[in-house]
Nanobody, 115 residues
Framework: QVQFVESGGALVQPGGSLRLSCAAS????????MSWYRQASGKERELVAG????????NYVDSVKGRFTISRDNAKNTMYLQMNSLAPEDTAVYYC????????WGQGTQVTVSS
């Protein structure tokens, strides 16, 4: 079945960096656009970034533009999110899934930005 395993979350100080990974299985990874989402405590889940199936097109929510970079390695069935200049408002559980597909959410990975 379709499965997503997110990893790489951690506690980091403001201004720090993290790289998240999303390992996908159960479908033809290279055929689908993929997206990162996040959900902060007490808030709705929001779309953070998306990438086309071949990696040629990307998009970001305004709040992360210039700080986050989404990428993918179709040979490894894995997507990444490089996060730089992290701020406390980036604190959330981060999730990945196929773009515009009603996938079951994975367990997510916790990112906490705090001094």
């Amino acid at each position: 079945q379709v499965q997503f395993v997110e990893s790489g979350g951690a506690l980091v100080q403001p201004g720090g960096s993290l790289r998240l990974s999303c390992a996908a299985s159960g479908f033809t990874f290279r055929a689908y656009g993929m997206s990162w989402y996040r959900q902060a405590s007490g808030k709705e889940r929001e779309l953070v970034a998306g990438i086309s199936n071949n990696g040629g097109a990307t998009n970001y929510v305004d709040s992360v533009k210039g700080r986050f970079t989404i990428s993918r390695d179709n040979a490894k069935n894995t997507m990444y999110l490089q996060m730089n200049s992290l701020a406390p408002e980036d604190t959330a559980v981060y999730y990945c899934k196929r773009t515009r597909i009603n996938d079951v959410w994975g367990q997510g990975t916790q990112v906490t930005v705090s001094s």
